[in-house]
């Protein structure tokens, strides 16, 4: 039972043009949602997160959405360059972010020249 | 500030040994987090260590995985028996008090033969 879904395995998108990731989940408590990006043979990064009470956050050029009747968050990041090529995951907790965290199976960004 | 330190980065074991798995986290972060990756599937939790306490094991596989935090500083993760299910990437990530988001370390690649 998958509670965080990433339904896209990969994206790829052209070099300055906006990329969207996807996620979904299906567990009304979760209160706190993040996304992480791995490069290959490294850790997970902290890239962005948001609390439900909010329904945007924004840091340069990464700005995450939430749609809490939807269940549903997206990453947005304009305009994409080529060190963003990596695997982005979406996590989510509920516990404010202090607990456990919930990820998705991660969507592989392709960004072309 | 070193970051979160993980070794050995890879171990390939024989079904049935034991191995031991280390992380040293940040200094001064008391929130110590085990997460394991199998192939293509999603990051899952494993536990969550507040100083040298077990907060939350809710995601350890079973008795097979035994986890300590003795002084509240390093952590350790051993799998005795290791079965070629426990083959993946484990991952310890460290927190400060409160949510700042976990930084994590590069993990350990594990492969059960």
């Known amino acids: 039972d998958q509670q965080v879904k990433q339904n896209s395995p990969s994206l790829s998108v052209q070099e300055g043009r906006i990329s969207i990731l996807n996620c979904d989940y299906t567990?009304?408590?979760?209160?706190?949602f993040l996304w992480y990006k791995k490069y290959p043979a490294e850790g997970p990064t902290f890239l962005i997160s948001i609390s439900s009470i909010k329904d945007k956050n924004e840091d340069g050029r990464f700005t995450v959405f939430l749609n809490k009747s939807a269940k549903h968050l997206s990453l947005h990041i304009v305009p994409s360059q080529p060190g963003d090529s990596a695997v982005y995951f979406c996590a989510a907790s509920e516990g404010g972010g202090a607990d456990g965290l919930t990820f998705g199976k991660g969507t592989h960004l392709i960004i072309q020249p | 500030e070193a970051g979160v330190t993980q070794f050995p980065s890879h171990s390939v074991i024989e079904k049935g040994q034991t191995v031991t798995l280390r992380c040293d986290p940040i200094s001064g972060h008391d929130n110590l987090y085990w997460y394991r990756r199998v192939m293509g599937k999603e990051i899952k939790f494993l536990l969550h260590?507040?100083?040298?306490?077990?907060?939350?094991e809710s995601g350890m596989p079973n008795n097979r995985f035994l986890a300590e935090r003795t002084g509240g500083t390093y952590s350790t993760l051993k799998v005795q028996p290791a079965e070629l299910e426990d083959s993946g990437v484990y991952f310890c990530?460290?927190?400060?008090?409160?949510?700042?988001?976990?930084?994590f370390g590069s993990g350990t690649r594990l492969t059960v033969v």
């Open positions: 990530a460290s927190s400060q008090g409160g949510f700042y988001g976990y930084t």
């Open positions: 567990n009304s408590m979760f209160d706190y």
């Open positions: 260590f507040v100083k040298e306490s077990k907060q939350d």
